[in-house]
């Protein structure tokens, strides 16, 4: 994925130009449809997903509990947590995502302390509020 781009989602915006780089070489760049299924509840976790463009609904348990659009991300429950998908996420608008593996995603928490702080930031918020 291209650096630059990165540079401008919230999430990456405090990383210097060399993390930038790096994390550019473990993400990929996807462009989806209204209607994918992207994670399933319950399911074994691989990625971390952080939305460029376009929107998603989040379920629990077929209850809908959130919307997500441009600079949120989601994913990283199941890779820091849990090993299965707390929730389920369907695009619900055209999307653009940045996605990072889970090895790749272990590796940017390990090496971007405040990359790391965010993500835990939200996830914390999100267990909380799911609970």
Same mark, same amino acid.
């Given at each position: 994925?291209?650096?630059?781009?990165?540079?401008?989602?919230?999430?990456?915006?405090?990383?210097?130009?060399?993390?930038?780089?790096?994390?550019?070489?473990?993400?990929?760049?996807?462009?989806?449809?209204?209607?994918?299924?992207?994670?399933?509840?319950?399911?074994?976790?691989? !990625? @971390?997903?952080? =939305?460029?463009?376009?929107?998603? *609904? &989040?379920?629990? %348990?077929?209850?809908? /509990?959130?919307?997500?659009?441009?600079?949120?991300?989601?994913?990283?429950?199941?890779?820091?947590?849990?090993?299965?998908?707390?929730?389920?996420?369907?695009?619900?608008?055209?999307?653009?995502?940045?996605?990072?593996?889970?090895?790749?995603?272990?590796?940017?928490?390990? !090496? @971007?302390?405040? =990359?790391?702080?965010?993500?835990? *930031? &939200?996830?914390? %918020?999100?267990?909380? /509020?799911?609970?």
């Amino acid at each position: 994925m291209d650096a630059a781009r990165l540079k401008t989602i919230p999430l990456f915006s405090d990383l210097s130009k060399r993390q930038v780089e790096q994390l550019a070489v473990w993400t990929d760049e996807v462009d989806l449809p209204a209607g994918k299924k992207l994670l399933d509840e319950a399911t074994f976790a691989y !990625e @971390f997903v952080v =939305i460029e463009s376009g929107s998603a *609904a &989040v379920s629990i %348990e077929g209850r809908h /509990v959130n919307d997500l659009g441009p600079g949120d991300f989601f994913g990283e429950i199941a890779l820091l947590k849990t090993p299965r998908r707390t929730a389920s996420v369907e695009t619900s608008s055209p999307m653009r995502a940045a996605v990072i593996t889970g090895a790749n995603f272990r590796a940017m928490i390990r !090496e @971007f302390p405040q =990359i790391a702080e965010k993500v835990r *930031a &939200v996830m914390e %918020e999100r267990l909380r /509020v799911t609970r």
